[in-house]
């Protein structure tokens, strides 16, 4: 029950994004004990961020992108074409499913993908709009 | 699969045929058979998107072993052997019309695109998001990116793969790319 009560107060908190200490002292009913009530206010102020972050890592979401790994290869030659030299970007992703649905054990897969110089500039030009876009909002 | 084929409407079925002489032409990087499904089943048609994959792949398959072996239509025909009985008319009439049409633009020799043993990455779909609320925090404002990243497996199917990334990840994945374009302009 004390576990359950903790939790729910730590919880409110959070939701509600309390992080002045009267906030949260006002919390507390009446006949409170006084340091016992300043004790737990301090201790819920200095943990409050990280238990933010917490929750926002937590939230439902589409899968995460927990990783990125690249290498640049030549194509020298194949079985069909015996001289060549082509330059291309192998790509390996690792991504994090929904971490509300795996709990504690998260599944990562790996996505493997080949680029070449064009298909490049088309992600770096995406890229680069996605980047503009977050300026302009930045900037609101 | 040719069960799977008796499914398919005669226009469906010529589409699919389609995409993939188009696919074996290099002209387009792969078979959308998730859309294609998706609109068969729009129009009622009970078919999933397994099925459709198989019946791409078959096809796909008679179609390059025929361009290798750089049979005729009679040939090809003949090559479906028993399958022709089992499969529907209007399928047969559909592979005939086809190979007739397209058998001679399709090039056997192969260039470097598709030597890939990994998928090859054909678009990007992005959505620049701010997350106002949860049931966690009641104000929030964290932004996210969420990005969907079509891929042309080696078989030809494309798929589509959706994930989100923090600003800062973001931020990282950005330069990891402008790192990759970095070199291949040395190399």
Redesign the interface.
């Known amino acids: 029950q004390l576990v359950s009560a903790l939790h729910n107060l730590t919880r409110h908190v959070v939701y509600r994004g309390l992080t002045e200490a009267e906030d949260i002292l006002s919390l507390f009913p009446e006949n409170f004990h006084q340091n016992l009530k300043n004790l737990l206010t301090k201790i819920i102020l200095e943990n409050i961020s990280a238990w933010r972050n917490e929750a926002e890592a937590s939230q439902i979401s589409l899968p995460r992108l927990v990783d990125v790994d690249w290498r640049v290869d030549i194509k020298t030659s194949s079985d069909s074409i015996s001289r060549m030299a082509i330059p291309t970007c192998l790509l390996q992703l690792k991504i994090q499913e929904d971490v509300a649905l795996c709990g504690n054990s998260p599944v990562v897969s790996a996505l493997t993908l080949e680029l070449s110089k064009e298909t490049l500039d088309t992600m770096l030009e995406s890229l680069g709009r996605i980047r503009d876009q977050l300026s302009a909002v930045a900037n609101k | 699969a040719a069960d799977k084929i008796n499914l398919m409407p005669q226009d469906f079925f010529a589409e699919l045929c389609e995409q993939i002489i188009q696919h074996l032409n290099h002209k387009i990087p792969g078979v959308n058979t998730a859309e294609l499904c998706q609109r068969m089943q729009t129009s009622g048609i009970e078919i999933n998107a397994g099925d459709l994959e198989k019946i791409a792949n078959v096809i796909s398959f008679l179609f390059s072993t025929a361009a290798r072996n750089s049979l005729s239509t009679e040939e090809l025909v003949t090559t479906l052997g028993n399958a022709v009985s089992t499969l529907p008319k209007h399928a047969v009439q559909v592979i005939r019309h086809v190979w007739n049409e397209r058998s001679k633009s399709i090039s056997v020799?192969?260039?470097?695109?598709s030597?890939?043993t990994?998928?090859?990455?054909?678009?990007?779909k992005?959505k620049?998001g701010?997350?106002v609320s949860?049931?966690?925090?009641?104000?929030?404002k964290?932004?996210?990116?969420?990005?969907m990243?079509k891929?042309a497996d080696p078989s030809g199917q494309i798929t589509d793969?959706?994930?989100?990334?923090t600003?800062p990840?973001?931020?990282?994945?950005?330069r990891?790319?402008?790192e990759?374009?970095a070199?291949?302009e040395t190399?």
């Not at chain 2, 949860?134 to 929030?140: G, K, M, N, P």
């Not at chain 2, 964290?142 to 990005?147: A, I, L, M």
């Open positions: 020799s192969e260039d470097a695109r030597m890939a990994v998928g090859q990455f054909v678009d990007i992005w620049l701010v997350a949860s049931d966690s925090c009641r104000s929030l964290y932004p996210y990116v969420t990005v990243l891929v793969k959706s994930f989100e990334m600003i990840q973001f931020q990282n994945f950005f990891q790319f402008k990759m374009a070199v291949l190399v």
